[in-house]
């Protein structure tokens, strides 16, 4: 089956502490992306890679970290210079279909700061 | 800055009933738009899109509607079923560029 794990897909973390989040895909997309969503403030991008060795920040980038040495994986690292960090993160990759760049979601992680 | 907009939280319809969740945008470089469902605990999956050279695309149950002049698409969902019962979001695709922006959700509850 195809798609996108994510993992953990629940996460404590003490305040000051650094904590990855797993993200592969086997969909064989070039792009893999990072959003954020909180109550009422709809999906944030993060960031997002078009192409192995490459990313750009999106609109909220500060406090975390990615990389992207591998096609099929894109973990994201959410460091303790991240001033809100608990929220619930999603992973997509996409492909294009019929022009619109149609984003598969993983089913997300959720962080919490105690 | 909201270039994306969805100003209905939540809508609660009858069960076959047309379902309509509304969206405006302000970014005149968006050329695609898309729709996504999502329930609890789970990613989004897509539904639907519409370039903005089109002003309709319908796909079974599901029609998009876009107004380029007045910064709006629509999404109608007749008959609306339990099933559709989720938070949709509607997302824009900015010319040239591969990110999608996306609004904030509209919770659909359909009533038995």
């Known amino acids: 089956d195809g798609g996108i794990t994510q993992s953990p897909k629940y996460l404590f973390r003490k305040e000051g502490q650094n904590v990855t989040l797993s993200c592969e895909q086997n969909?064989?997309?070039?792009?893999m992306y990072w959003y954020r969503q909180d109550p009422g403030q709809g999906l944030r991008l993060i960031y997002y890679s078009q192409i192995v060795n490459d990313f750009q920040k999106g609109d909220i980038a500060e406090g975390y970290s990615v990389s992207r040495e591998k096609k099929e994986s894109f973990p994201l690292t959410v460091t303790s210079a991240q001033k809100n960090p608990t929220a619930f993160y999603l992973c997509?990759?996409?492909?294009?279909?019929?022009?619109?760049?149609?984003?598969?979601f993983g089913a997300g992680s959720r962080l919490t700061v105690l | 800055d909201q270039q994306v907009k969805q100003n209905s939280p939540s809508l609660s319809v009858q069960e076959g009933r047309i379902s309509i969740l509304n969206c405006d945008y302000t970014n005149s470089m968006f050329d695609y738009f898309l729709w996504y469902k999502k329930y609890p605990a789970e990613g989004p999956t897509f539904l639907i899109s519409?370039?903005?050279?089109?002003d309709k695309n319908e796909d079974g149950r599901f029609t998009v509607f876009l107004n380029k002049s007045a910064k709006h698409l629509s999404l109608h969902i007749v008959p609306s079923q339990p099933g559709d019962s989720a938070v949709y979001f509607c997302a824009a695709r900015d010319f040239g560029n591969e990110k999608l922006t996306f609004g904030t959700g509209t919770r659909l509850t359909i009533i038995p």
């Open positions: 519409i370039s903005s050279i089109k």
């Open positions: 997509a990759s996409s492909t294009r279909a019929g022009g619109a760049n149609v984003l598969t």
């Open positions: 969909l064989n997309h070039d792009a």
